[in-house]
C-alpha cells in the first residue's frame, strides 16, 4: 500500500510538472513536458488506473500537437480513445475521436478524418463532440470536392456552436461555410 501511495503521488507530481513546463510554450520545455506525461503514463499503468491513464495520454496529445508532432499526436489520442472504450465513457471516447479526426485533417488525410469523426458522432451525440466533429467533417468534405454538403454541414455545426454560445467554434465554421460558397 505504502508503495501504490508513493508511486501515485509520483505520477501526480510528473502530471503536475508537464502542466508546469507546458504552459511556457516552448519547445524544449513541451518536449520536457512529453517525457514527464509518458514517465506518469508508465506509472498509472503499473498501478491499473486506467482513467489516470487516459487524461495523461490526451495531455501528451495536445503536447505533441502543439509541436507538430501529428502521427505521435494522433496515437497518444487513439490510445486515450481506447483505455476510454474500455472503460465505457463514450463521451471522453468521442472527444478523443473527434480529436483523431482533427489531427487527420491536419496530416491532409481527409477521409480519415471524416471516418474518426462519424465514429464520434456515434458514440456520443452531444452538442460540443457534434460541433466539432461537424466541423471537421464540412472542413475534409469542401477540401474532397463535395461543396454543397459541405455547406450543409457547416450550416449545422454553426447552429450547434451558436446553441453552445462558443464564438470560436462559430468564427471556425464561419470561416469553413465562406470558403464553402466560394
Not at 44 to 64: H, I, N, P, S, T
Amino acid at each position: 500500500q505504502a508503495t501504490y501511495e508513493a508511486n501515485k503521488r509520483k505520477a501526480t507530481s510528473l502530471t503536475a510538472e508537464a502542466k508546469q513546463l507546458g504552459s511556457t510554450w516552448t519547445a524544449a520545455s513541451i518536449d520536457a513536458a512529453i517525457k514527464r506525461y509518458v514517465a506518469a503514463r508508465q506509472i498509472w499503468r503499473m498501478l491499473q488506473d486506467r482513467r489516470e491513464e487516459a487524461l495523461v495520454l490526451e495531455e501528451a496529445g495536445k503536447a505533441f500537437l502543439t509541436l507538430s508532432r501529428f502521427k505521435e499526436a494522433q496515437s497518444a489520442f487513439s490510445d486515450s480513445h481506447a483505455i476510454y472504450e474500455q472503460l465505457k465513457d463514450s463521451r471522453r471516447a468521442a472527444e478523443l475521436l473527434a480529436e483523431v479526426g482533427d489531427v487527420h485533417f491536419m496530416m491532409g488525410n481527409h477521409r480519415q478524418a471524416i471516418v474518426a469523426c462519424e465514429q464520434a458522432l456515434a458514440l456520443d451525440n452531444g452538442d460540443r463532440v457534434k460541433a466539432r466533429a461537424l466541423t471537421i467533417i464540412a472542413e475534409a468534405t469542401h477540401l474532397l470536392g463535395d461543396f454543397s454538403r459541405a455547406s450543409q454541414l457547416v450550416t449545422e455545426a454553426i447552429r450547434v456552436w451558436q446553441s453552445l454560445n462558443d464564438p470560436e467554434g462559430q468564427a471556425r465554421a464561419s470561416r469553413r461555410s465562406r470558403q464553402s460558397r466560394s
